[in-house]
């Protein structure tokens, strides 16, 4: 098969598109042949594409990215919950091989049926930031309707699902983007819109019931001030710096894969409560370029072969 893989311990220079071997399923895996990845551009300096999970160097070249959205090509052993052909979409393991290819492989239960309502490079965008938005909104902050909640960089991968998920559950919203996305982060939910370039938000806005950070750094420092007493941060962008702080590491989490919530998340899209934002789109071949890019919205998706208009993406049901 084709493949992405990072030859190096660089960042995007590093990557080549090459042939590779096709992947096997285990037991309770699948075989997924890919039709659209995710890019998340900080990935290739992630610890996870360093070192294993028993912390060894890990062994190169191997292939980035763990969102996706595909076909089931092959069961592994003990796999009968769905079938050959079927259209799935998540996640797979950080520390293997994932998904910038013609095939990966995934654990079933880290997968779950593409959102009908959309097509594959739409839901290849969804799994990551869909998920950090739900967990962290809902496990980790426990938001509630008619509370008070504030997200920074609300227009981007993670922002925007957070956005329109907060005003489904019935929060009242409050968003930081740039000026150029004011309306567009209006449009996903948000009540109001502060434009950080112009405003503090801390000169704004107090007494809040959840901040959901993640842009981190100076922006995650003063969060705090803005909360209520008793009131919830949650970040996914603490530095090492701010990781000292025990109410910072508290606050931070990372994604987990979960089927369920990849279900739920699926439900909400195809009624028009959510709709996932594409930033920009390649060809798997051009990789290394997708990993430079930066969209001003939403997130980077690569095209991994055959047809992606299965369904045509929807407009978002007003709030």
């Excluded at 992630?46 to 070192?51: E, G, I, L, V």
């Excluded at 009908?116 to 938001?143: C, K, M, N």
Aim: proline share 6%.
């Amino acid at each position: 098969m084709k493949a992405v893989r990072q030859h190096g311990r660089g960042g995007a220079e590093s990557l080549r598109f090459e042939d590779a071997p096709k992947p096997s399923p285990g037991p309770g895996e699948v075989l997924v042949r890919v039709r659209a990845a995710g890019v998340t551009p900080t990935e290739l300096r992630w610890a996870t594409s360093r070192t294993t999970r028993s912390r060894t160097p890990r062994p190169l070249p191997f292939i980035p990215g763990h969102e996706f959205s595909g076909e089931v090509a092959e069961l592994g052993e003990g796999v009968t919950t769905v079938s050959v052909g079927e259209a799935m979409y998540g996640m797979n393991d950080w520390f293997n091989d994932g998904a910038q290819a013609e095939y990966c492989l995934a654990r079933i239960t880290d997968i779950a049926r593409k959102p009908a309502s959309i097509d594959h490079l739409y839901a290849s965008v969804t799994p990551i930031s869909a998920l950090t938005a739900w967990q962290g909104l809902f496990e980790r902050a426990s938001i509630g309707a008619g509370q008070h909640v504030l997200i920074h960089g609300a227009a981007g991968s993670v922002g925007s699902f957070a956005v329109q998920l907060a005003r489904w559950r019935g929060a009242h919203v409050t968003a930081t983007a740039s000026a150029a996305n004011i309306g567009f982060v209006r449009e996903l939910g948000a009540h109001d819109v502060i434009d950080y370039r112009a405003v503090r938000f801390e000169e704004r806005i107090r007494g809040l019931d959840v901040v959901f950070d993640t842009v981190g750094g100076d922006t995650l420092r003063r969060s705090w001030s803005v909360l209520k007493l008793g009131g919830r941060l949650v970040t996914i962008a603490a530095s090492g710096e701010d990781s000292q702080d025990r109410r910072t590491r508290e606050a931070f989490f990372i994604v987990e894969p979960r089927r369920g919530d990849l279900e739920a998340i699926a439900q909400l899209i195809d009624a028009g409560q959510v709709r996932p934002i594409v930033g920009a789109e390649f060809p798997l071949a051009d990789a290394a370029l997708a990993y430079g890019t930066r969209p001003v919205r939403g997130k980077v998706a690569l095209r991994a072969g055959g047809p992606s208009n299965d369904a045509a993406p929807h407009t978002l049901s007003k709030p």
